[in-house]
């Protein structure tokens, strides 16, 4: 879309209403965008299009439009992040991510769907409501970047921004059969977003783009990442240097240790190593040693903010929807100080000792999680006979939140049951580009990916 605008090929105008269009005709059931701004987009469309006309120079997502997931501030507008706590609230400035993409000239098209204060698996709020998946409307799309990625794979929004925090930009894009990013802390600002993630939410939690492609994904990287000197985990940290078609070495972690995975699954992580050994890539076994804890930390870690938010809801229960309510009875109590210490000393000692095992792989290929989409308020899967809850089905997905290391997911099959199948790449910390580029070159040799276009039963 950049290239066809830019070349003059295809108007910005012409681009903003197709996707309004299209927007019209699958939100309705997909109900994946809180706003829309439909005036405000075309009225910035024609204005890109008049700076064209004039030879003007154009950012890197010029005239191209873009959705936010309904957790960052656009000015102006309530930042909802799925909450009744939330009305009436507005803002007077955009997030520095969303004033990133701006700056690059893109043009917003609507802030989209998130659970009640994004505590969920599951896009379901008592504000704007449910989303579904557009591969099967029974199902979620994931969650906390649900609406995220239904609108993307809908062909309602080309990509965006979202955020993750224990799998909630991979779990969706893997759901939904599209691409996302997980970087490295501090790669991208979360100046503008609700709840705060800075400390201690930022130890697990980031900003990240979704997209339909990981050439996609590497093209709004490129917007979003950069230093910012209000942002507490923000590091000024140079691109890492890419492979250069150089042969990989790629690292294949079935499972997370005795926790099953669903048949189809499996086979999609299987397929994606035959792949790669075609490529000429080396490909080895892998299981690290000293990690069966990691989704202990992260649950203790992530969950520990959410103890504030007993005290601001205290009384006000009857606005919170049921997967938030769900989410602060995991929490249980607050941990003690010492537990508290105990844990982030634990967790820096299984880092450096997962890093130390990655020595020698360009990345991990793993699932993202053990299953596809679930029904909606599903909560307990049978995975090769044995029954998993959702927190096992997700572990998978925790181990680069836990540790602070940057994964992405991209879509690789479909099922027999017409569901799609994604995959995660894990890499080291600060090489997200090494990682994107990776990702590109699965997916060139995979071919290309229609997404919905491709599902059985689709025109």
């Not at 960052?72 to 609230?89: A, E, K, M, N, Y």
């Not at 590091?235 to 926790?259: C, H, I, K, M, T």
């Not at 490909?283 to 969950?303: I, M, Y």
Request: aromatic share 6%; glycine share 10%.
């Amino acid at each position: 879309m950049v290239k066809l605008v830019r070349d003059g090929e295809l108007s910005p105008v012409e681009l903003v209403d197709s996707h309004l269009a299209e927007i019209a005709a699958r939100n309705p059931s997909l109900n994946a965008f809180t706003m829309i701004f439909a005036e405000e987009a075309r009225r910035e469309a024609r204005a890109a299009e008049a700076a064209i006309v004039r030879g003007e120079p154009m950012g890197l997502l010029g005239g191209v439009p873009v959705t936010v997931k309904d957790s960052f501030d656009v000015q102006g507008c309530p930042t909802q992040s799925g909450s009744r706590l939330r009305i009436g609230h507005r803002t007077s400035e955009d997030a520095a991510a969303v004033a990133r993409l701006r700056g690059a000239g893109a043009i917003l098209l609507g802030k989209t769907n998130t659970p009640d204060l994004l505590l969920s698996y599951e896009t379901d709020n008592l504000v704007t409501g449910r989303t579904n998946n557009p591969w099967d409307l029974e199902r979620t799309p994931g969650g906390s970047s649900g609406g995220e990625a239904a609108a993307i794979a809908s062909f309602c929004s080309p990509g965006g921004l979202a955020t993750d925090g224990g799998g909630s930009i991979r779990v969706p894009a893997h759901f939904c059969g599209i691409a996302g990013l997980k970087p490295t802390p501090g790669r991208i600002s979360t100046r503008g977003h609700y709840p705060s993630l800075g400390y201690p939410s930022g130890l697990t939690s980031v900003a990240g783009p979704m997209a339909r492609t990981a050439e996609d994904l590497r093209l709004l990287f490129s917007v979003l990442a950069g230093f910012d000197p209000e942002d507490p985990f923000s590091v000024p940290a140079p691109p890492a240097e890419q492979s250069n078609g150089r042969r990989l070495r790629l690292g294949v972690w079935r499972q997370f240790y005795d926790v099953p995975v669903e048949e189809e699954v499996g086979r999609t992580v299987e397929r994606t190593a035959s792949l790669a050994r075609l490529m000429g890539w080396e490909v080895e076994e892998f299981e690290p040693r000293g990690l069966e804890r990691a989704p202990n930390l992260w649950a203790t870690l992530f969950l520990w903010p959410a103890m504030a938010l007993k005290k601001l809801i205290e009384g006000r229960e009857q606005d919170c929807h049921w997967t938030l309510l769900e989410s602060l009875a995991a929490a249980q109590t607050p941990p003690t100080a010492d537990q508290l210490l105990t844990t982030l000393a634990a967790r820096d000692r299984m880092r450096a000792s997962l890093i130390r095992q990655m020595a020698g792989f360009d990345a991990i290929l793993m699932p993202v999680a053990c299953i596809p989409a679930f029904r909606h308020r599903e909560r307990e899967y049978v995975v090769g006979g044995t029954e998993i809850g959702q927190f096992q089905a997700m572990m998978p997905a925790v181990v680069a939140n836990v540790l602070g290391l940057p994964a992405v997911a991209i879509p690789m099959a479909i099922a027999g049951t017409g569901l799609p199948m994604g995959v995660q790449l894990l890499g080291r910390p600060f090489e997200d580009e090494r990682l994107l580029d990776a990702a590109v070159r699965l997916e060139e040799a995979r071919g290309p990916w229609r997404g919905l276009l491709d599902s059985p039963g689709s025109n």
